[in-house]
């Protein structure tokens, strides 16, 4: 039977892997293959954390490798594998390394990317894969995501892609993330039994076939962090696909944990050089709006440096 990669990017907080990987296996009845990529993880324990894990979960059936391990014609990964990445490659490309390995193996057939941070309630993936089946241009699928302790769907859990104009205002009023504008575009989810198309849904959280993953290209790699669900939604409705959301199934968002350590203007200025290239490569703007876009960010960097120069 064909099995579903759960690919879990870390950046620190092995804590957070160990609870999600559990999480899932409790609930799960589908056939899973788990590849953790731990990206340079700034604690030096915390993929032999994760490994110590592993080998005591799946006993006979592991693998801790690197970045540079390929598959070879007809192999096929161990329950789970931890890949170490030498450098924080970011969201995007640390992904990559995990959905690279899922690509070369033969016998899984779909994907669940997986933040650290996501606790598993429900038995998601097998309903997850008759959605994403059952709708002929589905591109990804998600559960509902919860904030625990809270009885409404996060904000996180559908959007409305992020414009070029709302770029601007979010580059001259500079917010203190780059999220501000998208969260408050979010989509109003009802929990049910339907699924329900949209644009943007969390890449936190989200399962998909994977040859049609393949014909999306993954994660473009060129940005680090922030817009990689904007990037996606590009390359997917140019396919002429959709995203859904199953509203029958849900999980546990602890939202922020695994960036939370971060400096506020490192993830502002990252999300600066990220959007810059989402505008470049996918908006390709008209001149003028070019300009005006142009201008926002030259804004933006001057209060970043006047406000470095007031702490200092």
């Known amino acids: 039977m064909p099995n579903t990669a759960v690919i879990i990017l870390q950046y620190g907080s092995p804590d957070l892997t160990i609870q999600c990987i559990d999480s899932l296996l409790e609930v799960n009845s589908a056939p899973v293959k788990f590849i953790i990529v731990d990206n340079a993880s700034p604690q030096p324990d915390a993929a032999d954390k994760v490994l110590a894990h592993i080998q005591q979960r799946f006993p006979g059936s592991w693998l801790d490798t690197d970045t540079s391990f390929r598959l070879r014609d007809g192999a096929t990964l161990p329950e789970a594998t931890l890949v170490r990445s030498d450098f924080n490659e ?3 490309r640390g992904n990559n390394i995990g959905v690279r390995l899922a690509f070369e193996d033969d016998s899984v057939d779909s994907l669940l990317i997986s933040n650290p941070d996501i606790i598993y309630t429900a038995n998601i993936i ?8 059952l709708q002929h241009d589905c591109a990804l699928v998600g559960p509902i995501l919860y904030r625990p302790g809270e009885d409404a769907p996060h904000s996180t859990t559908a959007r409305h892609p992020v414009t070029l104009n709302d770029l601007i205002r979010t580059n001259f009023w500079l917010l203190r993330t780059p999220d501000d504008v ?20 969390s890449g936190g959280c989200f399962f998909v076939l994977k040859d049609v993953f393949q014909k999306i290209g993954a994660f ?5 962090l922030y ?12 396919l002429g696909l959709r ?12 939202v922020g944990q695994t960036t939370k350590h971060r400096p506020p203007m490192s993830i502002v200025k990252a999300g600066i050089r990220s959007q810059q290239y989402l505008v470049k490569a996918y908006f390709r703007p008209w001149l003028l709006k070019r300009a005006v876009y142009n201008l926002s960010v030259i804004w933006c960097y001057a209060v970043l440096f006047g406000r470095n120069l007031l702490r200092k």
Do not use: C, F, Q
């Open 90 to 92: 970011g969201y995007a």
């Open 243 to 254: 995203n859904y959301i199953d509203t029958s199934t849900s999980a546990i968002h602890l």
């Open 126 to 133: 097998p309903k997850l894969k008759v959605s994403a089946i």
């Open 220 to 224: 473009d790699p060129e940005t680090w």
């Open 182 to 201: 998208i969260e408050r575009t979010n989509v109003v989810i009802t929990p049910g039994s339907d699924v329900m198309p949209t644009e943007l849904i």
């Open 227 to 238: 817009y990689e669900e904007n990037i996606l939604w590009e390359r997917i409705r140019r």
